[in-house]
């Protein structure tokens, strides 16, 4: 695509997350390659609202899931950050099984301390957040 062939719909995603646009890669007068600022192209911007919508759709899942205590708090932060049991293992140093038996809630009860800060930190939250998980309130921990 040549430089001025940029899409430059005004979408105000592109403002609101990415700064001055998204960056793309074009072709200059030499057939060069040079980086240009796009302010959005219209199709894009329709699949991104979609996927944002199904990963809303997701931790909403999760949340209810947790809230009727089918599910641990693991189950919804592991959704809430994008992730799946394989990656969350990666990062745990776990075995995908042992992720998975972590989102029973009877399981997530008896998890070690230890255990659950390093779910903590991966998840790049307070241990109380993750510990004292409120379904209602899923960004404050509940009262003790």
Same mark, same amino acid.
């Given at each position: 695509? &040549? ?8 979408? +105000?995603? $592109?403002?609101?997350k990415?700064?001055?646009? %998204? %960056? &793309?890669? *074009? ?5 060069? $390659? =040079? !980086?240009?600022?796009? !302010? ?5 911007? =329709?699949?991104?609202?979609?996927a944002?919508? %199904? ?17 641990? +708090?693991?189950? $919804?932060?592991?959704?809430k ?15 995908r099984?042992?992720v /998975?038996? #972590? ?25 109380? %957040?993750? *510990? #004292?998980?409120?379904? /209602? ?5 509940? &009262?003790?």
């Amino acid at each position: 695509m &040549k430089k001025n062939e940029v899409p430059q719909d005004d979408e +105000p995603i $592109y403002q609101n997350k990415f700064g001055d646009g %998204l %960056l &793309k890669y *074009a072709t200059d007068e030499q057939n060069e $390659y =040079v !980086a240009v600022r796009s !302010a959005g192209w219209e199709p894009e911007i =329709v699949a991104l609202k979609q996927a944002w919508e %199904l990963v809303e759709e997701k931790v909403e899942f999760a949340r209810q899931e947790v809230k009727s205590g089918r599910k641990s +708090p693991i189950f $919804y932060f592991m959704e809430k950050k994008l992730m799946d049991p394989g990656i969350l293992a990666g990062y745990m140093g776990l075995w995908r099984w042992q992720v /998975n038996r #972590h989102f029973k809630p009877g399981v997530f009860d008896k998890l070690k301390s230890s255990t659950l800060e390093k779910y903590a930190k991966v998840f790049d939250i307070d241990i109380e %957040l993750l *510990a #004292h998980f409120d379904p /209602n309130h899923p960004e404050t921990p509940k &009262k003790a």
